[in-house]
C-alpha cells in the first residue's frame, strides 16, 4: 500500500518569521496518517533542519545543480544539500522547465545525481493547456518521463515520486477534475509498468495543481493519486494542514 505523501512547495515565498511560524505550527499538528514534507527556499533550509531535526517530516530543496563542485557561481550542489540533511530535492518543476529552460535531460542529470546521493527526486511533470486542448497531454507527459523510464534501473526507482501538475492548473485556481487527474495518474503508471509492475504499483504520483483543503479529499480518493504537490495553499498552515488532513 502507497502511503500518502503531501509536499509543500514553498516557490519563492519566505522570510524568517514566517518559516520559523509555519514550520513550527505544522511541526505542532503532528501529523500521522499521511507523510508531510517542505520545500523552502534555498536561504531557510538550514532553519528547516533545525526546526524539523527528530521528527517525521521531511524537508527538501526546490532544484540542484547538475555539477558536483566547482566554478559554477549561483548554483547549489546535491552534496551541499546533503551536508544540511535535504532528504528530498524537487526536479523539473514547470517554473523551472519554462522559465529557465530546463531540458529533459538536465531534469534526467539532476535525478541521477540526487539518486546517486541516496535522497528522494520528486520529478514534475505536466502539459500546458494548449497541449491538453490540442489532444497530446500524455504524449507531452510520456515524452517528460521517457529518459527517467530507459535510464533509471528498478532499484533507482524506490527513491523517485513523480508529481503531475498540469501547467494550466498551478496557480490559476483552476483544478483537474478528479476524473481528469485520475485518468492521467493511472496514464502514468502504465508507463512505470514498462520498467515493472513492483515499480508500477509502489512509486507514488503526486497532484498538483490548485490544491485546496476544499477539493483534497475527492482527489487523494482517487486509486492512483498518492497525495499532492501543494503551491500557495502550503504557505498558510490551515490551510495546509487541512490537505494534510484530508
Not at 499521511?34 to 523552502?40: N, Q, W
Not at 532544484?63 to 557561481?73: I, R
Not at 502550503?234 to 488532513?245: K, Q
Request: proline share 2%; aromatic share 6%.
Amino acid at each position: 500500500m502507497r502511503r500518502l505523501l503531501v509536499a509543500g512547495n514553498w516557490k519563492m515565498n519566505a522570510s524568517t518569521d514566517m518559516a520559523k511560524a509555519l514550520l513550527s505550527d505544522i511541526l505542532a499538528a503532528d501529523v500521522q496518517h499521511c507523510d508531510v514534507a517542505v520545500f523552502p527556499p534555498f536561504p531557510y533550509l538550514s532553519l528547516a533542519a533545525d526546526t524539523l531535526a527528530d521528527s517525521a517530516i521531511q524537508f527538501g530543496a526546490q532544484n540542484c545543480s547538475t555539477a558536483e563542485a566547482g566554478a559554477y557561481t549561483g548554483e547549489v550542489s546535491v552534496g551541499m544539500l546533503q551536508d544540511i540533511g535535504c532528504g528530498m530535492v524537487l526536479i523539473g518543476h514547470s517554473e523551472r522547465r519554462s522559465l529557465f529552460h530546463e531540458t529533459d535531460a538536465a531534469v534526467l542529470a539532476k535525478t541521477e545525481r540526487v539518486l546517486a546521493a541516496g535522497m528522494t527526486a520528486v520529478v514534475c511533470v505536466g502539459e500546458t493547456l494548449d497541449q491538453r486542448q490540442s489532444g497530446y497531454a500524455e504524449l507531452i507527459v510520456k515524452q517528460q518521463l521517457s529518459a527517467l523510464l530507459h535510464q533509471l534501473t528498478e532499484p533507482q526507482w524506490s527513491q523517485v515520486v513523480i508529481a503531475y501538475e498540469p501547467v494550466w492548473a498551478i496557480g490559476t485556481g483552476e483544478t483537474a477534475t478528479p476524473e481528469q487527474a485520475q485518468q492521467m495518474h493511472a496514464f502514468i503508471r502504465s508507463l512505470l509498468a514498462g520498467v515493472s509492475q513492483k515499480v508500477a504499483d509502489e512509486t507514488r504520483v503526486l497532484y498538483g495543481g490548485s490544491v485546496k483543503a476544499a477539493n483534497a479529499a475527492e482527489l487523494f480518493a482517487q486509486a492512483d493519486i498518492d497525495g499532492g504537490l501543494i503551491g500557495g495553499a502550503s504557505l498558510t498552515a490551515e490551510e495546509f494542514l487541512g490537505i494534510c488532513r484530508s
